[in-house]
Structures are given as structure tokens and as C-alpha cells.
């Protein structure tokens, strides 16, 4: 799932900090996870589910 975020994200944000966050929709939960990503693109940082909506 991890991979499908980084390769196909529906949003990208990059961080201040140079960071990059990004949001897959995963239907078999019917829920977003997000990835964040350190600055080299590749090292994945963090991931959570999110329920609610992307703004």
C-alpha cells in the first residue's frame, strides 16, 4: 500500500521543512493513507490512516 501511495498519489503536498507528504485512496478500507516522505523522495518517514475527506 506504501507503494502505490508514492507511485500514484491523488495529493501531494511538500512540507517546509522539505518533506513530501502523499495520500492514496485505498478501496479495500475504504480509507486515505498517507505517507510522508524525508527529502531525498524515497525514505519513507511516517504513514497514517485517515478517514474523513482530502481538502
Known amino acids: 500500500m506504501d ?3 508514492i507511485e500514484n498519489p491523488v495529493k ?3 512540507q517546509s ?3 513530501v507528504r502523499k495520500w492514496a ?3 479495500e ?3 486515505y493513507l498517507r505517507v510522508i516522505l524525508l527529502e531525498d523522495g524515497e525514505t519513507v518517514h ?3 490512516w485517515k478517514i474523513r ?3
Request: aromatic share 4%; proline share 0%; charged share 50%.
Open 17 to 19: 521543512d522539505g518533506r
Open 12 to 14: 501531494t503536498e511538500v
Open 3 to 5: 507503494q502505490k501511495t
Open 46 to 48: 511516517f504513514r497514517k
Open 29 to 31: 478500507v475504504n480509507k
Open 53 to 55: 475527506q482530502l481538502r
Open 25 to 27: 485512496k485505498i478501496d
